[in-house]
C-alpha cells in the first residue's frame, strides 16, 4: 500500500512539475539564476566552462535533447522516425534563430540610473524568461544585483505585439517591491514551419554600484523549442495542448547575451 502511494504521489509531482515549467513560472514571482533549470539543455559549451569536459558535452542540446528525439527514446517513442527527423530538424531551427542582446551605455556615474534594453527574438513561446545576471555562465550565474547593481524600478515588458506586459508581475504583492532582475515574457509564438519568430523585449531601470569600477551585465534567457512544431505538441484530455518531450525531454534552453562591461564613474 505504501509503495502504491509513494508511485501516484510521483507521477502526480511530475504530472505537476511538467505541467508548470514548460509555460515558464507563472506563480514564481522572484529573482532566478539559470543554474535552477536543470531539465534545460545549454545552447553551447562557452556557457559551461570550467565545467569536466564530459559533463559539459551531456549538457548540450544535440546531445541531451535533439539526440533523445532522433534516437526514439522516453517521451518521443510514439513518433515513428520520419517524424522524428522533422521535429529534430524543427527544433535545431529554433535555435538558430533565437538571440537574447542586451544593451545600455557604456559608463554612468556612481549611484547614477541607467536603462538597460534586452531584446529577444525566437524561442518557441507561449513563455519565455528574462533575467539581468552577472556572467555568462550557467552555473556561477547570479542575479545582477549580486554585484552592486539595484533594479530602481519595476521592469517594463513588451511582448510580441509591442504591448506591456504587467500580469506577471502584478501577481508579486507590491509591498514586497516588483523590481525584479528575472520576468516572464508571455504570449509568444513562433513557428519553424513557417519561418516566423517571435520578437520582445525587457527594459530595466538600474541605479549604479556606489563605488566606482567596472561592472558586467549579461542577459539570460530560458526558452521552449518543441512548441514551435506541430509535432512538438500533444493533447491532454483536461490540459489540452502539452509540451511532447514534458521535463524528461530536456527540451528547454539556456542562452545568454555578450556581456557589457559598464564602467562606473566618480561623476
Not at 512544431?229 to 514534458?246: A, C, E, F, N, Q
Request: proline fraction near 7%; hydrophobic fraction near 45%; include cysteine.
Amino acid at each position: 500500500m505504501r509503495s502504491a502511494l509513494v508511485v501516484a504521489a510521483s507521477v502526480s509531482f511530475a504530472a505537476a512539475v511538467a505541467f508548470a515549467y514548460p509555460g515558464g513560472t507563472p506563480e514564481f514571482q522572484t529573482d532566478a539564476a539559470p543554474y535552477c533549470a536543470s531539465c534545460h539543455a545549454s545552447a553551447n559549451l562557452e556557457m559551461m566552462s570550467g565545467m569536466a569536459p564530459e559533463r559539459a558535452e551531456k549538457e548540450l542540446a544535440p546531445n541531451k535533447h535533439i539526440a533523445l528525439i532522433r534516437a526514439g527514446e522516453g517521451p518521443y517513442q510514439s513518433l515513428p522516425p520520419e517524424e522524428r527527423a522533422l521535429l529534430a530538424e524543427h527544433v535545431k531551427a529554433v535555435d538558430a534563430n533565437t538571440s537574447v542582446k542586451i544593451s545600455a551605455a557604456p559608463r554612468v556615474a556612481i549611484n547614477g540610473e541607467i536603462r538597460v534594453t534586452v531584446d529577444v527574438r525566437g524561442g518557441a513561446g507561449p513563455v519565455v524568461g528574462v533575467a539581468l545576471v552577472d556572467t555568462p555562465q550557467r552555473w556561477l550565474a547570479r542575479p545582477a544585483t549580486g554585484v552592486g547593481w539595484v533594479v530602481s524600478r519595476e521592469p517594463q515588458i513588451l511582448g510580441q505585439d509591442f504591448q506591456e506586459q504587467t500580469e506577471w508581475l502584478s501577481k508579486r504583492p507590491l509591498s514586497l517591491g516588483r523590481n525584479l532582475a528575472y520576468v516572464n515574457v508571455t504570449g509568444l509564438h513562433s513557428s519553424a514551419v513557417a519561418n516566423e519568430w517571435a520578437t520582445a523585449q525587457v527594459v530595466w531601470t538600474l541605479r549604479a554600484p556606489s563605488r566606482p569600477g567596472k561592472y558586467p551585465l549579461v542577459a539570460a534567457l530560458w526558452y521552449g523549442t518543441e512548441k514551435a512544431s506541430p509535432l512538438g505538441v500533444v493533447t491532454d484530455p483536461i490540459r489540452g495542448k502539452m509540451l511532447r518531450g514534458t521535463v524528461a525531454g530536456h527540451s528547454g534552453r539556456i542562452l545568454f547575451s555578450t556581456p557589457l562591461v559598464i564602467e562606473v564613474t566618480v561623476e
